[in-house]
């Protein structure tokens, strides 16, 4: 199936397991290999933003299981974790 770059802009990018990353603000894309090397997110979930202690995460485009009304990606241990629950 053949998307348009531009329809990625601003679709929200969850992990596999459900958690808000952010929203696509950006396409990086390899001229030479004809192909796209990473999504730029922006408007990042606050719990990540803390982690990564800056304004966007750059994701690898493999890392990326599905893309269509939403974009969901692998989930990355430490980088994208739950809240933790309050007792």
Do not use: C, H, W
Request: net charge neutral; aromatic share 6%; hydrophobic share 45%.
């Amino acid at each position: 199936m053949k998307t348009e770059i531009t329809n990625l802009f601003e679709l929200p990018v969850y992990t596999e397991k459900a958690i808000f990353v952010g929203n696509v603000d950006d396409v990086v894309v390899d001229v030479d290999q004809k192909k796209i090397d990473s999504l730029a997110v922006g408007k990042l979930n606050p719990v990540i933003k803390e982690v990564t202690k800056g304004p966007g995460l750059r994701i690898p485009f493999r890392i990326i299981k599905s893309i269509g009304d939403i974009v969901i990606v692998r989930d990355i241990p430490g980088i994208f974790r739950s809240p933790a629950k309050e007792e």
